[in-house]
C-alpha cells in the first residue's frame, strides 16, 4: 500500500483513489513569464516519479498540468521587451517551449492534459458567475473577489487562522474589497482589453484557473494535487475554498508538496535572486543527473544546491550505469509482483510505497550492487524498475563540468551584501561576471 504525506492533515496517510484503479492527478504548472529554474525541475520531477508509481501500481492516472499563460509578469515583460503588452503570447510561447524541450531532458512524461489558461477564459468566467449565484463572490466596479467570510473551511489546508490573518494583513492597494482577505476572481481592465465578461473588460485572477481547470480535465472532486510548498498558502488554500465552496465536496483527498531548493540556506526564488535556470544548468551538467540528485533528497526535505554533492553523485550515477551495462530490460515489465519475489527488491518496493523514498531506495541498490551485479535475473529486474519507475535512462551521461562553482556562490553573496550596502557599481560587476558564468540573477525591489 502507498503512503503519501498529506499536507491537509499533516499525516503520512494510506492512498485510496476516488474511484477503483482510477487516479485523477492536478499539478500547478509554470508561468511561462522566463525560463523554468531548478526548483520547477524539482517538483516536476517529483511528481513524475509520483506518476510513475501509480502506473506501476497498475492504476489508470489522469494527469493534468497547466500553464499560466496569462499575468502581470508575463504582461510586463512584454511590455519590456516589446514596448507593448500584447505581445505577451510569444514570450509565453517562446518559455513553453523550452520548458517542455528541459521536462524531456529529464525524461518527464508527459501530461495526458496541459490546458493553457487563455483557452479556457469562458469556463472561468461561467465559473466566477456560478459562485457569484451561489453567494460566496461578489463584484465591484467591474472587479471579482472571493468572499472569505462565506467559507467556513478558509485555512484548513494551510492551518491558518482567519482571524489572525486579517489581523495581519496589510492595507491593499485596490480598496473595493469588502474584507481585507477577499482574493480577486477577475480583475478589470479600464480600456477594452483582454477579455469581455459580464463585469466588464478583464481577466481571470490566478487562483481560479486551476480550480476550473480541474473541474473541466478531472471533475469536482480529484484524487492528488501537487505543486511546491510555496504554494500551500494563499494559492492552494484558495483553490480550495472556490472548488469546495461551489460544489460543497471536498476539492481534492490528498495534498502533497515538494520541499524547496535553496541556495545558501536561502530558498531559491525570483524575488531573492539566487535563480539557476534549468536552462543554464543542463549547459554544465547532464539532465539525467540532475534527476538523479532530485531522486537522492526525500521530495518533502528542502534541498540545499551544492556542487560538491553534484560531483559526488555524477559519480556515484556513473557507478549505478556500470552495474547494469550489458543486461537488457526491454521486454521486462516492472509490476508488485515481480518486486516481491527478491528480498531486495522487496527492500526497494517498501521504500518507494513509504512516501516515495527514493533516497533510500537507491540506498538499497547501492548497499546490495554487489549481490545485485552476481545475479543477472536480480539486475533486469531492478534495471527495468529504475527505468521505468524512478525515469533514469541508464545512458552514458556526458562529460560536463558542474555547475555553479563555488566562485559563482561566492559572488552571489558578495553581490548581495554590495546591494545592501547599496553599493551599486560593485553589484552591476558582479552580475555581469555571474552572467559571464551563465547565472543568471535578478533582485527584487529594494525599499
Ligand atoms: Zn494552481
Keep these: 500500500m502507498l503512503t503519501l504525506t498529506n499536507t491537509q492533515s499533516g499525516k503520512k496517510e494510506s492512498f485510496k483513489s476516488l474511484k477503483p484503479n482510477n487516479v485523477a492527478m492536478y499539478v500547478c504548472g509554470i508561468t511561462p513569464y522566463d525560463r523554468a529554474h531548478i526548483g520547477h525541475g524539482r517538483c516536476y520531477v517529483t511528481f513524475d516519479v509520483l506518476y510513475r508509481v501509480l502506473q506501476f501500481l497498475g492504476y489508470k492516472v489522469t494527469y493534468c498540468r497547466n500553464f499560466t499563460d496569462i499575468d502581470d509578469k508575463l504582461i510586463n515583460k512584454a511590455r519590456e521587451r516589446f514596448n507593448d503588452f500584447s505581445r505577451y503570447p510569444e514570450i509565453a510561447q517562446e518559455n513553453i517551449d523550452t520548458y517542455h524541450n528541459e ?3 529529464l525524461n518527464c512524461l508527459s501530461p495526458d492534459y496541459e490546458p493553457r489558461v487563455t483557452d479556457n477564459i469562458s469556463e472561468i468566467i461561467t465559473f466566477i458567475q456560478e459562485l457569484i449565484d451561489h453567494g460566496y463572490a461578489y ?21 491558518h487562522d482567519v482571524a489572525n490573518l486579517r489581523a495581519g494583513e496589510r492595507v491593499d492597494v485596490r480598496t473595493n474589497k469588502k474584507d481585507p482577505l477577499d482574493f480577486a476572481l ?9 477579455w469581455d465578461s459580464p463585469w466588464g473588460w478583464g481577466r481571470p485572477g490566478w487562483h481560479i484557473e486551476c480550480s476550473v481547470l480541474a473541474k473541466k480535465y478531472l471533475g469536482t472532486q480529484i484524487d492528488i494535487h501537487g505543486g511546491g510548498l510555496d504554494l500551500v498558502f494563499p494559492h492552494h488554500e484558495n483553490e480550495q475554498a472556490q472548488s469546495w465552496a461551489l460544489h460543497q465536496v471536498p476539492f481534492v483527498n490528498y495534498w502533497v508538496h515538494n520541499g524547496f531548493v535553496r541556495l545558501d540556506k536561502e530558498k531559491m526564488s525570483k524575488s531573492l535572486g539566487n535563480i539557476i535556470s534549468l536552462e543554464n544548468l543542463f549547459k554544465d551538467i547532464d539532465p539525467m543527473i540532475v534527476r538523479f540528485y532530485f531522486l537522492n533528497h526525500h521530495y518533502r526535505a528542502p534541498l540545499d544546491f551544492a556542487d560538491q554533492e553534484l560531483q559526488s553523485l555524477t559519480k556515484a550515477y556513473k557507478k549505478l550505469c556500470n552495474l547494469f551495462v550489458g543486461v537488457s530490460s ?29 533516497q533510500g531506495l537507491l540506498g538499497v541498490i547501492f548497499e546490495y550492487a554487489t549481490q545485485i551485479a552476481h545475479d543477472n535475473e536480480l539486475k533486469k529486474v531492478i534495471k527495468a524498475f529504475v527505468q521505468q519507475v524512478l525515469g533514469l535512462t541508464l545512458q552514458p551521461i556526458k562529460e560536463q563540468q558542474v555547475a555553479l562553482s563555488n566562485r559563482a556562490k561566492q559572488l552571489i553573496v558578495q553581490r548581495e551584501q554590495a546591494r545592501k550596502d547599496k553599493n551599486w557599481a560593485l553589484a552591476d560587476d558582479l552580475r555581469d561576471e555571474l552572467q559571464a558564468m551563465g547565472v543568471e540573477v535578478q533582485d527584487k525591489k529594494t525599499t
Excluded: C, P
Aim: net charge negative.
Design 330 to 358: 526491454e521486454d521486462e515489465t516492472v509490476n508488485v509482483a515481480t518486486l516481491q519475489k527478491h528480498a531486495i527488491t522487496q527492500k526497494i518496493l517498501s521504500h518507494i510505497l513509504d512516501d516515495l523514498n527514493t
Design 139 to 159: 463584484a465591484v466596479e467591474g472587479d471579482v473577489y472571493f468572499s472569505i467570510a462565506s467559507f467556513d473551511k478558509y485555512g484548513a489546508l494551510s492551518g
Design 103 to 105: 521536462m524531456r531532458a
Design 186 to 194: 477577475w480583475k478589470s481592465e479600464k480600456e477594452k482589453t483582454f
